[in-house]
């Protein structure tokens, strides 16, 4: 199996140049002295599509050979990685074809549709999703692009790490959200090359830790749909691919409980006036638990999405 390395997230910086947004990465003295170190935000929720995996959407089907772009692409998302392929795919000239939950949030489901792309649904608790979107390829003849296991889609999401290191220098510790492990492992990639010396981590929700057994047990380890707020992490398991990248080079994975994270959520409105998912608000939410040791370190945090619904959201926040 031929892995992903620096040099790719390198080759995606440039096929996404101008046209993905070079997010800000914002401070705040509040979260230093809470922490005990110097936080680096990256703002993904400001990204194209609200998230990351604008990124790896892009440059994936920008990668494809122009015969197999024209026929169109197969995704299968809860939520941003559907928005991301449907809006790439739209920019590109690319008929997409998007497999999603029924359940998806209402805001991801019309933006997909929005952007141009076909929604098929399922039920995320009975159907298998990798099994849909593959009998969609198979039928119709599509490249099917999944929402992490992908080579392009990883060496397109290390591009803001990338970008971090670029802005801010060197760092000690990078977190990073962590559902599939696609952002995870191309920030241990961005890192290879941009940062040696630093340590990241993914962080995944306390319900599905499947990444954190994986990495223990040194196997892929499978799981029911986890019941969680952070829909965008309700993986059942790592892929191929982003668990031989973290396992080589990750510093470790932790977890982030629902109620950790709508603290995480609400400090970002409060504080830093920034509409973080939940999702989005993982990384932060374990460095603000303790469950990352950071005092007197240099540390990245990645904010990676911000799609959600008003209402959900202003629930969330009020402890609804």
């Known amino acids: 199996m031929s892995l992903p390395d620096h040099s790719d997230v390198v080759a995606a910086a440039v096929r996404l140049a101008g046209v993905a947004h070079r997010t800000p990465v914002l401070t705040s003295r509040t979260a230093d002295a809470a922490t ?37 692409v197969v995704a299968y998302s809860s939520g941003n990685h559907a928005q991301a392929i449907a809006y790439a795919a739209s920019l590109l000239g690319v008929p997409a074809t998007i497999v999603m939950p029924a359940d998806a949030p209402a805001a991801k489901l019309a933006a997909t549709r929005g952007y141009g792309g ?15 979107g593959r009998r969609i390829a ?24 990338l970008e971090l290191f670029e802005e801010v220098g060197p760092l000690d510790v990078l977190v990073a959200c962590l559902g599939g492990g696609g952002l995870t492992a191309g920030s241990v990639l961005a890192a290879d090359g941009a940062s040696p010396g630093c340590a990241v981590w993914g962080a995944e929700p306390e319900a599905g830790d499947d ?25 059942q398991h790592l892929g191929d691919l982003t ?19 709508v603290q995480a959520m609400r400090f970002f409105a409060e504080r830093m006036k920034l ?41 969330l926040l009020q402890g609804g």
């Open 36 to 72: 005990g170190a110097s936080l680096y935000f990256k703002c993904e929720a400001l990204q194209r599509g609200g998230a990351f995996k604008f990124r790896g959407a892009y440059n994936a089907i920008a990668a494809l050979p122009e015969a197999q772009r024209r026929t169109g």
């Open 138 to 161: 198979q039928e119709q003849g599509l490249s099917l692009i999944p929402p992490y296991d992908h080579r392009d889609v990883i060496a397109g999401q290390g591009t803001a790490a």
């Open 211 to 235: 990444g954190r057994r994986s990495l223990a047990e040194g196997r892929i380890v499978h799981i029911e749909v986890p019941k969680t707020i952070a829909d965008g992490a309700q993986t």
């Open 275 to 315: 509409v973080v998912e939940p999702t989005g608000a993982l990384a932060a939410a374990a460095v603000f638990s303790g469950a990352i040791p950071v005092k007197g370190l240099r540390v990245g945090v990645i904010l990676s999405g911000g799609n959600v619904d008003v209402a959900r959201y202003a629930a």
């Open 118 to 132: 076909t929604v098929v649904l399922y039920d995320r608790y009975t159907d298998d999703r990798e099994a849909i």
């Open 243 to 261: 668990f031989a990248i973290l396992r080589r080079g990750a510093a470790g994975i932790v977890t982030a409980s629902d109620a950790q994270l």
